[in-house]
């Protein structure tokens, strides 16, 4: 079906402000290094063609990529087909000289496959014309786990050290590197790793931007089954603790996930590995589509600076088209930058404030309150009334005023009354704009 031009226009519309809200991600993702893992599913059920198209994009705009790939199906079906079966322990396989012969073959495979999945050149793709080197190889030194509840695990094994400077000089060579789950001893002896471990030991090694788990779920839920966007370690901790409400594999990679913030991995993301472009969806939107863990909250608030203006400007400018704030150039706002606060959320300044005492007369006027629209329904207006008025306090004031001709009624619903013109501070008086005709409000502090 044919677009009407309408219909052509809105949708290049969106795709310009799409590509505006992304720049950002795109200038902060150069030379960055991120740790993606996938389990051997996305190979077995045919996924990883379009995963390649975005790994192919994300390197393409400089970013540093390890891949790092599971092999649980294969070894399955291998097993199977030599009618061998595995015991397992606290979910880990007790890897015995059979069942390590078909770790070997299915990861020897494996890696071959996606090697050249990550080769293709497909025309009208993304990857048309692409030239994708990949690294793999011995980077994991490993010890065996040992006796657990009674049981000896033999080759299945634990990371012992990653050789960060041979992936870094891969990533600096501009190459993808690719892990498998096994690890090497001193001695020669190969063992089976978790893909977790092995993912987790890597990220903190090269000290990665970003470990993201590729998951079966599309994030991790709460017990109401709610998606929880952002999550800080203390939150998921509480979480983890109701594991009964997770997905398998959240249990899974959950403790992995904490332990690699713990060790300064600035973000760990869990993305569906079942929506096409989620990589890219969870990446390159601000409220992303997945579950993201930061070691802190990513939101705060504080007083203005300098390098704020730009932020604050974008902030305001489509509110000073409206009418709805009255219009504050750079040189103006350079000036008064010390009398505003800003709410920040991961660097992007969501909601702004001013405050300008009036000391002799007790009272502060609360301008330029601004949120962005996407944040205007989850308390982010609230929050920057309650600092204002938390300062004001400290401050000795006792009334907080407002002049507004458009947005009455949310002050009034936060305890604001109408007043008149003859209730500003004197000063504030004379300088009032009748053509605009404000009205005034004032709350008691």
Not at 61 to 80: D, F, N, S, W
Not at 211 to 228: E, N, R, S, W, Y
Request: aromatic residues 6%.
């Amino acid at each position: 079906m044919l677009m009407t031009t309408n219909e052509s226009l809105v949708s290049a519309v969106q795709f310009v402000q799409w590509f505006r809200s992304a720049a950002p991600y795109i200038r902060g993702f150069r030379g960055k290094t991120f740790v993606i893992v996938f389990g051997g599913e996305v190979i077995e059920d045919g996924s990883f063609v379009d995963l390649t198209h975005d790994l192919n994009l994300l390197a393409s705009l400089g970013v540093r990529l390890v891949l790092v790939h599971g092999t649980r199906p294969q070894i399955e079906k291998m097993l199977a087909s030599k009618q061998l079966e595995t015991r397992y322990v606290n979910g880990i396989r007790v890897t015995d000289d059979s069942a390590l012969q078909c770790v070997k073959e299915a990861t020897g495979r494996l890696r071959v496959e996606i090697e050249a999945l990550l080769s293709m050149g497909l025309a009208n793709s993304p990857m048309a014309n692409s030239k994708i080197r990949v690294a793999s190889g011995n980077y994991v030194t490993a010890r065996p786990i040992g006796v657990v509840e009674g049981v000896d695990l033999l080759y299945s094994g634990e990371v012992r050290k990653v050789d960060s400077e041979a992936i870094r000089v891969h990533l600096d060579n501009g190459e993808i590197v690719l892990l498998s789950p096994l690890g090497y001893s001193p001695t020669g002896e190969i063992f089976n790793l978790l893909v977790e471990d092995a993912a987790t030991a890597a990220a903190v090694a090269i000290h990665a931007d970003k470990l993201i788990f590729l998951t079966d779920v599309p994030g991790i839920t709460d017990a109401k089954m709610q998606l929880q966007r952002e999550l800080t370690v203390s939150q998921a901790e509480a979480l983890l603790s109701q594991e009964s409400e997770l997905s398998t594999d959240i249990k899974l990679y959950l403790p992995f996930a904490l332990k690699a913030c713990r060790a300064h991995v600035a973000r760990v993301h869990f993305v569906s590995r079942k929506l096409d472009g989620a990589l890219l969806m969870e990446l390159f939107s601000h409220d992303g589509i997945g579950t993201m863990i930061t070691r802190d909250a990513l939101e705060c608030l504080r007083q203005a600076t300098i390098d704020d203006i730009g932020g604050i400007l974008n902030l305001i400018a489509p509110l000073e088209v409206e009418g709805v704030l009255v219009k504050r150039n750079r040189e103006a706002l350079e000036m008064e930058i010390d009398h505003f606060y800003v709410l920040v959320h991961d660097g992007v300044i969501i909601g702004c404030a001013a405050l300008y005492p009036f000391l002799d007369a007790k009272s502060v006027e609360l301008a330029c309150l601004a949120v962005d629209p996407e944040r205007r329904n989850v308390g982010a207006g609230e929050r920057l009334l309650r600092h204002v008025e938390n300062l004001s306090r400290k401050l000795g004031l006792q009334t907080l005023f407002v002049l507004t001709t458009r947005t009455e009624h949310w002050f009034v619903e936060r305890g604001f009354s109408e007043t008149g013109v003859d209730a500003l501070p004197v000063h504030k008086q004379q300088l009032y704009n009748y053509q605009r005709r404000s009205k005034v409000f004032t709350k008691s502090l």
